[in-house]
């Protein structure tokens, strides 16, 4: 199956600052999708990447406060832009995973966001 | 707007019993799936279910899906402790493909 690595794992971020987080698959995806986990929720989707387009985002999510990149078909970057203590959140990454068999969604560990 | 919800969104549960989530949706779509998320870890695949009628077995764990009723359950049996996590059940959405809408999360506690 598909193995996705997420950097960093977990961070405490100050107020005002800007933290990217990366997303590595050791295999080639066609899109990869970026989720937040607000703590004791459940997941929601922000956005979309796609490699050699812009991403696209879902309603309450904008690209100044989350851009995103996809330089190439097995990685992304999400950064959370002049951070408050509302976006203090998990955020993963998500892929199909051609390895499980079609179909399958599968995450990555998930970024533990901490802002202070 | 598209709606998942999932109950009961607490599930307290005694050893060597059984019992039922439900996930009730409000649109059609081509796949539902069932993920199990240990606290402080990342999402784990369950099921995927593809078609009306599919039912799927791990373990103690089954899953089955009626697009008529736009209804799926995960039904465990005989419940032991390391069954204890919170499971969510997430629709496709029919939009655009590989995005999913979850559900709230049914958070399952088994003890003795």
């Known amino acids: 199956s598909a193995v996705i690595s997420q950097k960093p794992s977990r961070d405490i971020c100050q107020r005002g600052t800007s933290l990217t987080i990366q997303c590595q698959v050791d295999?080639?995806?066609?899109?990869m999708f970026w989720y937040r986990q607000q703590p004791g929720q459940s997941l929601t989707l922000i956005a979309t990447a796609n490699q050699g387009s812009e991403a696209t985002y879902e309603s309450g999510f904008v690209i100044d406060k989350f851009p995103i990149s996809r330089p190439n078909l097995t990685f992304s970057t999400l950064t959370v832009s002049n951070m408050s203590p509302e976006d203090s959140s998990i955020y993963l990454c998500s892929v199909e995973d051609h390895g499980s068999g079609a179909n399958v969604l599968t995450f990555g560990a998930g970024s533990r966001l901490t802002v202070l | 707007e598209l709606k998942v919800e999932q109950n009961p969104l607490f599930l307290s549960m005694q050893e060597g019993k059984n019992y039922t989530i439900y996930c009730n949706y409000s649109?059609?779509?081509?796949?539902l799936y069932w993920y199990r998320q240990d606290p402080g870890k990342s999402l784990e695949s369950l099921f995927v279910?593809?078609?009306?009628?599919a039912v799927k077995q791990e373990g103690r764990l089954m899953a089955s899906l009626d697009t008529k009723a736009r209804l799926s359950t995960l039904h465990i049996t005989a419940a032991v402790h390391d069954l204890s996590a919170t499971y969510f059940c997430?629709?496709?959405?029919?939009?655009?493909?590989?995005?999913?809408?979850f559900g709230a999360g049914t958070q399952v506690v088994v003890t003795p």
């Open positions: 295999s080639q995806v066609t899109m």
């Open positions: 997430a629709l496709h959405r029919t939009d655009s493909w590989g995005k999913l809408q």
């Open positions: 649109t059609t779509s081509d796949r």
């Open positions: 279910l593809l078609s009306n009628g």
